[in-house]
């Protein structure tokens, strides 16, 4: 993952929904190892700045742009370099730990038979890996969900709540993990209601619109 000189940026960005105008004239900018927090009440938008980003619902006015990094980037859709961490984990429960984590890399764009053991050692569910993920816990789906963002490298990490049904233990390491991805010229976004482990963030605090 290169990411030399990479850098998101929004210029006077909008989004409305139903009708409702969510947000506007947002304008900010995350570069190779920065982080920022989104903060705000419920219904500021939150949420719905992640899902723009990612590439899940449109905007509505201004400008999105994540440029530099490899060579080709310029290219690729945000959505391409980008992972999205939701409310919701992504987890097929009639698959194994392994066989959902594979799915993922391999939709991903990740190279046949790339190792996905290292990924779930890093969310300690390596042992668990034959298990049906029916039988994971809120947490355990959690971690699942987080091993996509260390087994398919992508420059920009999209994080919303990421804590959510996390232990303390399993905080500690993600929080280890969102500073070694920044340590590499990562960027993370992440939309929280308090800390979630990130050192040095920059905040972007959105208002409810009525």
């Not at 030399?4 to 929004?10: N, Q, R, T, V």
């Not at 990490?157 to 991805?181: F, G, I, K, V, Y």
């Not at 993370?188 to 208002?207: F, M, Q, S, T």
């Amino acid at each position: 993952m290169s990411t030399d000189l990479i850098e998101l940026s929004a210029t006077d960005l909008a989004c409305e929904r139903g009708g409702r105008l969510v947000f506007s004239g947002l304008n900010f900018a995350v570069s190779a190892g920065e982080a920022l927090v989104v903060t705000g009440r419920n219904g500021a938008g939150k949420s719905t700045l992640l899902r723009l980003i990612a590439g899940l619902l449109r905007k509505s006015g201004g400008r999105l742009d994540l440029t530099g990094g490899a060579a080709g980037a310029d290219e690729a859709t945000t959505a391409e370099q980008s992972h999205y961490l939701g409310h919701l984990d992504a987890v097929k429960p009639a698959l194994s730990v392994g066989e959902n984590l594979r799915f993922w890399t391999t939709y991903l764009g990740a190279p046949r038979g790339a190792p996905i053991r290292p990924a779930l050692e890093a969310v300690d569910l390596a042992q668990l890996s034959d298990l049906p993920a029916a039988y994971l816990s809120a947490g355990q789906r959690r971690r699942l969900s987080i091993a996509r963002l260390v087994a398919v490298p992508r420059p920009l990490w999209l994080l919303d709540e990421p804590t959510s049904a996390l232990d303390t233990q399993s905080q500690d390491r993600l929080a280890a993990l969102m500073r070694n991805h920044r340590s590499r010229g990562g960027m993370i976004v992440a939309a929280a209601h308090g800390p979630i482990g990130l050192d040095d963030p920059r905040e972007l605090k959105l208002g409810a619109v009525t």
